[in-house]
């Protein structure tokens, strides 16, 4: 009598295994946990739970679920979503090496797990091989679509540190009054301490400069003397009262018709757009 044996069946065959995938999701996890408590100003304990999908993703990889590419997607593409500008200031600032390290782990590890939830790729146990240069190509997209990088006008080191400060604040600009005697560059650094993004526009001038939560940029400017109003085009923050003036002094100390702050001026002082 022939002996008949079983086969095991193809989807009973053992899947490979997912440690690419599982430290990118515990990596992921870490990177929104640092960026969102520790790097980027004050906590941000809502975003912060974000981290829950990676986690969530881990747990099933390590038990080889098939439904672990859902959290770990949705993960990705929510992070995104949420913190996309914070990602590509921090990307163009290796000069900051904890929020660098952190940014460049999170579209790294994205890009791994963006990559290990396409069937293919899953299948043949490659997804740091095709998700670490996707991963790149995310950040390398991020620096390029939300460019966040310092332009300081021609100000050296020394004295783009000696700038006056302006505070964004929920919801204000402190100071809010603004003015440079003609002739001085317009430079100010701004600097977030509120709990998200806020920014410094100049509709008039078309100047949109975006600071990320506890992050700081600086604006160089050349301006006409005259009076400039500005204010924060995030969201419904104008409407709340986040608004203000700058004012470039001509000759005798009139103000013409534009505004601006000027390097070594006081803040309180203002010039052409360059940001930081």
């Given at each position: 009598?022939?002996?008949?044996?079983?086969?095991?069946?193809?989807?009973?065959?053992?899947?490979?295994?997912?440690?690419?995938?599982?430290?990118?999701?515990?990596?992921?996890?870490?990177?929104?946990?640092?960026?969102?408590?520790?790097?980027?100003?004050?906590?941000?304990?809502?975003?912060?739970?974000?981290?829950?999908?990676?986690?969530?993703?881990?747990?099933?990889?390590?038990?080889?679920?098939?439904?672990?590419?859902?959290?770990?997607?949705?993960?990705?593409?929510?992070?995104?979503?949420?913190?996309?500008?914070?990602?590509?200031?921090?990307?163009?600032?290796?000069?900051?090496?904890?929020?660098?390290?952190?940014?460049?782990?999170?579209?790294?590890?994205?890009?791994?797990?963006?990559?290990?939830?396409?069937?293919?790729?899953?299948?043949?146990?490659?997804?740091?091989?095709?998700?670490?240069?996707?991963?790149?190509?995310?950040?390398?997209?991020?620096?390029?679509?939300?460019?966040?990088?310092?332009?300081?006008?021609?100000?050296?080191?020394?004295?783009?540190?000696?700038?006056?400060?302006?505070?964004?604040?929920?919801?204000?600009?402190?100071?809010?009054?603004?003015?440079?005697?003609?002739g001085q560059p317009v430079a100010f650094r701004f600097s977030n301490d509120?709990?998200?993004?806020?920014?410094?526009?100049?509709?008039?001038?078309?100047?949109?400069?975006?600071?990320?939560?506890?992050?700081?940029?600086?604006?160089?400017?050349?301006?006409?003397?005259?009076?400039?109003?500005?204010?924060?085009?995030?969201?419904?923050?104008?409407?709340?009262?986040?608004?203000?003036?700058?004012?470039?002094?001509?000759?005798?100390?009139?103000?013409?018709?534009?505004?601006?702050?000027?390097?070594?001026?006081?803040?309180?002082?203002?010039?052409?757009?360059?940001?930081?």
């Amino acid at each position: 009598m022939t002996e008949i044996r079983d086969t095991p069946a193809a989807t009973d065959r053992p899947r490979p295994p997912a440690a690419a995938r599982t430290a990118a999701a515990a990596a992921l996890a870490a990177a929104v946990l640092l960026s969102t408590l520790v790097t980027g100003g004050a906590p941000d304990p809502a975003t912060a739970s974000v981290a829950l999908l990676p986690l969530i993703a881990a747990a099933g990889y390590l038990r080889s679920a098939r439904w672990a590419a859902v959290p770990a997607v949705l993960g990705v593409l929510t992070l995104l979503s949420l913190r996309a500008t914070d990602l590509s200031h921090d990307l163009v600032r290796p000069g900051e090496p904890l929020p660098f390290l952190v940014a460049a782990a999170a579209v790294l590890a994205s890009g791994v797990l963006l990559a290990g939830a396409l069937p293919g790729t899953a299948a043949r146990g490659r997804a740091a091989l095709v998700g670490l240069p996707l991963g790149a190509v995310l950040g390398l997209v991020l620096v390029l679509a939300l460019p966040q990088a310092d332009d300081t006008g021609g100000l050296s080191g020394e004295q783009v540190a000696a700038l006056p400060t302006v505070s964004m604040v929920d919801f204000a600009f402190e100071p809010g009054q603004l003015t440079v005697a003609e002739g001085q560059p317009v430079a100010f650094r701004f600097s977030n301490d509120g709990e998200g993004a806020h920014s410094f526009a100049v509709e008039s001038l078309g100047i949109d400069v975006t600071v990320p939560a506890g992050r700081t940029r600086t604006v160089v400017v050349d301006l006409e003397p005259g009076t400039y109003p500005f204010v924060c085009s995030v969201g419904d923050h104008e409407e709340k009262g986040m608004a203000g003036r700058l004012t470039v002094l001509g000759e005798g100390g009139g103000d013409g018709h534009a505004a601006g702050t000027g390097a070594g001026a006081d803040a309180g002082t203002g010039g052409a757009v360059h940001d930081h």
